[in-house]
């Protein structure tokens, strides 16, 4: 290794050479390090020249053409290996090549962050180099399905900054495109781009018009800005002056007189716009611009994917204000079409562009946030779903505040957060509220800081108030999805009600709960369709969970469903609070992530869609304590359901007691004949608040029960014993609910006898309630046999029946059609043979 | 409508299969019968398994054709009579003469060089009385596979016999037709009642060349009791023939747990309590492990349905529930079945399927 020049070398500088320099004696020859100088354009790095042998790398047609030594000069930062080194090539035959950027370029490194490993070094880099020129020479460079790199601009982070958020226009073939972009100023040194308007189109003569085509909010700060997008990929190598530009740009026709044109005739147009509705202008001010110059180049390069057609790829450059005044006199003069004038407007032409070529550039900042070549880092994630939905969230306390954050970042369309609490101090540990908003409405609060998050997409509103009763005024139907993150008990029974009352479907309802430590977690989800709500789907996950022959829910029992109420509750501020939970902010924001991400992926497939699920969360624990059960999820088909006439409660029969009705049936066609009648309990419970009866259960007939063609009548053996053994089980949740029995054959409707029974309500119980459900599965015998041949139907009358008449009264005796001869009387139970016939069985009364 | 259930059903004898008949019973009233995909018989249960796959279509027909089977019992004394050596003859001209040659072929057939035994006589009484000359090909319900076991006690191995396939392990798949008798017989050979069952088959090797050997067949629950192994979700199709991945099992164990205590002091006696004892450990680690494949989430959930259960411990029962101090004396053999021993036993399993169902069931399975 030679060196022209003693150049201080750091440490790391050092390292690298030497570590070159092991590369190349250990290359036999294919690779040689030839020259080393302090770097004259980057203060401090040191250039290392090198030769890489490519003579045998396999060739392709239209690949890079490479010799058979390449020369490259490495420059290595002086904090080398911490900052990864760059290579260029002392000649422009690569520009224009993929992964080549300002033609001598070569990009190694996607993101030197991730791919970049300091303990490789210069070995690493090498390698990399090596495979550069390896894909190169087979014409690999531009792999179909990465992403190309855009040319790179040195920016100057003074010049300011853009964010770019529409699409850009593309150059048709036979021209450059021009016009201009629409920018909203943001603040002092950034503004979005938000639209495009091409010459040709009919620009906005009002600034109140232009923010219309943009879309943009009354009073919001806009103009224009000149742009071109070239027809082909700029293959030059980074201009350091605007000459440079200008140059290259002449080579696409688009010459420094269409520039000064374009640029003063856009400045004209700003001044129409922005002065019209401003103070009346006077002479002074024609030497200050209406607006920043901002010059936007656009150039075909841009690529998501391999061989498709490339996307546009903007820089900006920040024009002095001069340019505004040398465009618009331009305009005045060469492109007045006025003869006369010609001259003088070549004059000013020639001496812009003479100005022009003075001129350093100053590229400014680019954000790209346009569609076209971005992708969403929550696309293909369960959050994917939210956006461009309308969601609900009651409730913007410790889950959902964090909820409405995540549905509003995710972009949902609109966001509606409701809450009638104010930010008190104590909940500043765990909900993401700051000092200065004690006081104020959380809902307001929240709402005004989600609308922040993409003002260009997502509306955030307030409903500050009572939710039972904002919520009557709200019509919840245009919206996607509600969470109900309240963990209010009147708010679950208000909504259960609303819902059931409602004619119309309601949309997706998620009931979000957490434990009493923030240890565990619940979302019930009741879908779109679904026979139940979140109550419905809360009762039923305390069903599922006290019956669950596993016990793998005990732990969630005494978090949630406990059978006693609980008797230690946090007060953390005694007597100014409501009891609460114990949980940090690192709790409640993880519960709420997992319960959200659940729904979601719920949601997001509709053919697997559950319509009722309910998904269990658990903290993870110390490394040292049993680990707790990851997330499951229990899920149910609807309910079958039948509407009670009197009272217009919803009669909510689970499949499970449905079931057992038809194996009962099918049971009693079996072996007692198709037509005879038979029957059970039914255990579930009344709820008046929302107007539902739960059928959770159904069991068939008490040994002593009597079964013929015409009549049943329910036994009492057992029903006690089994009644209070379901009740131990579920944990009170499922009780004696009713009768159920059978009209094969028949309509499921009451008969005589049935309607008397109704009125004395003879219940098989000691302590028998005064109203009962009763349930008539039947149907004409074409519905009969479909219900026990395919478990499609039956027919079902249910009425929940109030005792009238006085308990003591003797039931009406079963009035038997005396044509049908003598009777079969069948026990109940599992008897597999009739009692024969005898006239009327004595009864079996205690 | 999908085939997600597996069924195992015990082995016990005629007490099995009446006992299994009446939790077949509550399956066809819970309407669950056409959602089995695969049926798994040991010894009894082969029996009842077989009755059943290969047996009318219609349920009350084939109640009837099991009640009728079971209470006039597997007579063997008339299996001799069959057995004669002039009647063997006759049986063999006749079934070659019906073009079933290679059903009762010089290696499937009876063993000539052994007279023929006890075991042979119960295949033939099956033969005569059940099955006649069906193959395990021959299943009744589309979409219902059979897989019934037997212990070859030359090697150890697990003989499986099946509607799709049938072989072992060791040796691979038999290329001969398999009688549903002759399964159902060899997987019923209780070990210490019945003497095991020789049969030469033709086994399709996996390297792809084909061998005859011979294998000494005997009571499957000596491997397996539950006939769970053949259901275990994830099998790997290199090691075994029998891969279903069911996600819900339902077991129907005719097992009586706790044996009673008795000293026998008789080498017979204690032969017969040494194989009743492997017979509950292994039907033990058979229901530990249905357990945790249902812990695991490996299947989604198992109903075990146990003759030999606690009443005390069943959750709801119901109000007429047949004791089990009721069935619990009931010998492990094929005798006809009085009445009134038949009726407590399969009442006791159509009680006991239908109470744990509705415990076990997930709503994907209802």
Not at chain 2, 94 to 109: D, K, M
Request: charged share 20%.
């Amino acid at each position: 290794m030679k060196d022209s020049t003693t150049p201080e070398l750091t440490e790391g500088q050092q390292l690298a050479l030497d570590q070159l320099h092991r590369i190349a004696q250990a290359s036999q020859g294919s690779m040689a390090a030839t020259h080393v100088t302090a770097s004259t354009g980057r203060p401090g790095y040191v250039e290392a020249r090198i030769s890489v042998g490519c003579a045998n790398l396999p060739r392709t047609q239209g690949a890079l053409r490479l010799r058979s030594v390449e020369a490259v000069t490495l420059l290595i930062p002086p904090n080398f290996p911490f900052a990864a080194p760059s290579v260029r090539t002392r000649h422009t035959r690569f520009a224009g090549a993929p992964h080549v950027n300002w033609g001598r370029h070569l990009c190694l490194y996607r993101s030197t962050a991730t791919e970049w490993d300091p303990a490789d070094g210069m070995y690493g880099f090498v390698n990399r180099l090596l495979d550069w020129f390896e894909a190169g020479a087979a014409g690999e460079l531009d792999r179909p399905g990465e992403p190309l790199h855009p040319p790179n601009a040195l920016t100057d982070h003074t010049a300011g900054l853009l964010v770019i958020r529409r699409d850009a226009p593309v150059a048709r073939p036979d021209g450059p495109w021009l016009g201009a972009a629409v920018l909203h100023q943001v603040g002092d040194t950034r503004s979005d781009v938000v639209g495009w308007l091409a010459v040709e189109d009919p620009w906005p003569a009002t600034l109140e018009q232009l923010r219309q085509t943009a879309a943009l909010p009354a009073g919001a700060r806009a103009f224009l800005a000149p742009a071109v997008v070239t027809t082909k990929h700029l293959t030059f190598e980074y201009p350091l002056t605007a000459r440079d530009l200008v140059e290259a740009l002449a080579r696409d026709h688009i010459t420094s007189r269409l520039l000064l044109g374009l640029t003063g005739f856009v400045a004209d147009h700003n001044r129409t716009l922005l002065h019209l509705d401003g103070d009346a202008q006077d002479e002074d001010d024609e030497d200050t611009p209406a607006a920043p110059v901002h010059l936007l180049l656009g150039t075909p390069s841009r690529g998501i994917a391999g061989d498709g057609p490339r996307q546009t790829h903007l820089v900006a450059w920040h024009l002095p204000d001069f340019a505004d005044q040398i465009g618009r006199l331009a305009v005045g003069t060469a492109f007045s079409g006025r003869p006369y004038l010609a001259e003088l407007g070549d004059e000013v032409i020639q001496f812009g562009t003479e100005w022009l070529d003075r001129l350093p550039t100053r590229w400014m900042r680019i954000y790209e946030a346009r569609p076209e070549v971005t992708v969403r880092r929550d696309q293909a994630t369960p959050a994917a779903w939210l956006r461009g939905k309308r969601i609900l969230v009651l409730g913007a306390g410790a889950l959902g505040a964090p909820v409405a954050d995540m549905c509003a970042r995710a972009g949902a369309a609109h966001l509606t957060v409701a809450d009638q609490a104010l930010v008190h101090p104590g909940i500043l540990a765990r909900q993401p509220y700051t000092d200065a908003d004690i006081g104020h409405f959380k809902a307001s609060v929240l709402a005004d800081r989600l609308n922040r998050i993409d003002p260009h997409h997502t509306r955030v509103e307030a409903l500050v108030g009572d939710i039972t009763t904002r919520l009557s005024e709200l019509d919840l139907h245009p919206f996607d999805l509600i969470w109900d993150c309240t963990a209010n008990r009147i708010v679950r029974a208000h909504l259960e009600r609303a819902r059931r009352t409602d004619i119309a479907p309601w949309p997706h309802l998620a009931t979000l709960m957490i434990g009493h430590h923030a240890t565990r977690g619940l979302a019930a989800l009741s879908a779109h369709g679904a026979t139940g709500g979140g109550a419905d789907v809360l009762r039923r996950t305390a069903l599922a969970a006290h019956t669950d022959t596993t016990h793998t829910f005990d732990d969630l029992i005494e978090d949630f469903f406990p059978t006693k109420p609980r008797t230690e509750l946090f007060q953390p501020e005694p007597g100014c609070s409501d009891a609460t939970f114990t949980g940090s902010a690192a709790d409640v924001t993880a519960l709420a992530g997992q319960l959200v991400t659940g729904v979601l992926y719920a949601l997001a497939d509709p053919a697997d869609r559950p319509t009722m699920a309910t998904l269990i969360v658990r903290m993870p624990a110390s490394p040292t304590s049993t680990q707790p059960a990851g997330p499951r999820w229990l899920t149910w088909p609807n309910d079958t359901l039948v509407t009670d006439k009197a009272t217009g409660y919803d009669v909510r029969i689970t499949p499970a007691a449905l079931a057992e009705m038809r194996a009962e049936a099918r049971r009693g066609a079996r072996v007692r004949g198709s037509r005879v009648e038979t029957g059970g309990t039914l255990l579930g419970v009344v709820d008046d608040a929302t107007g539902v009866i739960f059928v959770d259960e159904a069991t068939g007939p008490p040994p002593d029960s009597l079964l013929t063609e015409t009549y049943f009548r329910h036994g009492l053996d057992g029903v006690g014993a089994h009644l209070g053994a379901r009740r131990e089980a579920t944990g009170n949740i499922s009780r004696f609910l009713g009768m159920w029995h059978t009209h094969p054959h028949t309509a499921a409707q009451p008969s005589a006898t049935d309607r008397a029974a109704m009125t004395s309500l003879t219940l098989p119980l000691d302590d028998a309630p005064s109203r009962a459900l009763v349930l008539i599965a039947g149907g004409p015998e074409s519905v009969w046999h479909k219900w026990l041949a395919t478990g499609d139907g039956p027919d079902l009358y249910a009425h929940l029946a109030t005792r009238t008449a006085s308990a003591a009264a003797e039931p009406p005796s079963p009035q038997l059609p005396a044509r049908l001869g003598p009777v079969t009387w069948w026990p109940g139970g599992y008897a597999t043979r009739p009692h024969g016939p005898v006239p009327f069985p004595r009864k079996a009364r205690p | 409508m999908t085939r997600t259930i597996g069924l195992a059903l015990s082995g016990g004898g005629s007490r099995a299969a009446a006992f299994h008949l009446g939790c077949l019973r509550a399956l066809n009233d819970r309407d669950l019968l056409d959602r089995i995909r695969v049926v798994s018989g040991i010894s009894g249960g082969s029996l009842l398994a077989a009755l059943w796959a290969y047996g009318p279509p219609d349920f009350a027909d084939f109640d009837t054709r099991a009640t009728d089977l079971l209470r006039s019992g597997l007579q063997l004394d008339i299996a001799r009579q069959a057995f004669r050596p002039s009647a063997a003859v006759r049986n063999l001209t006749a079934a070659a003469c019906a073009g079933t040659r290679q059903l009762f072929s010089r290696h499937s057939g009876v063993s000539v060089a052994r007279p023929a035994n006890r075991t042979d006589a119960l295949a033939a009484v099956l033969t005569h009385k059940a099955f006649g000359t069906q193959t395990m090909a021959d299943v009744t319900h589309p979409g219902l596979a059979v897989v019934l076991t037997a212990t070859d006690l030359a090697t150890t191995n697990a003989v499986r016999f099946g509607s799709t396939r049938s072989g072992c392990s060791r040796y691979g798949t038999i290329t001969e037709p398999i009688h549903v008798a002759t399964a159902v017989a060899a997987s019923a050979a209780y070990p210490a009642i019945l003497p095991a069952l020789e049969r030469t088959f033709t086994f399709q090797h996996p390297g792809g060349h084909q061998q005859q050997h011979t294998v000494l067949l005997t009571d499957g629950g000596v491997y397996d009791n539950l006939g769970l192994s053949v259901l275990e979700p994830g099998r790997s199709p290199h090691h075994t023939q029998h891969v279903y991945d069911v996600p819900f099992i339902i077991s129907c164990d005719a097992g009586l747990g706790e044996l009673a205590l008795k000293a026998p002091h008789f080498m017979p006696g204690r032969l017969n309590r040494s194989f009743a004892t492997v017979h509950r450990k292994a039907q033990d680690s058979a229901r530990s492990r249905l357990h945790e494949w249902a812990a695991s989430g490996r299947i989604d959930g198992f109903a075990l349905a146990y003759l030999g259960m606690q009443d005390d411990r069943l959750p709801a029962p119901p109000a007429d529930l047949v004791p089990r101090s009721a069935v619990a004396a009931y010998p492990t053999n094929f005798a006809a079945m009085a009445r009134g021993d038949f009726e407590t036993i399969t009442t006791r399993g159509e009680q006991l399927m239908r109470t744990v169902l509705p415990m076990y069931l997930r709503p994907a399975h209802r």
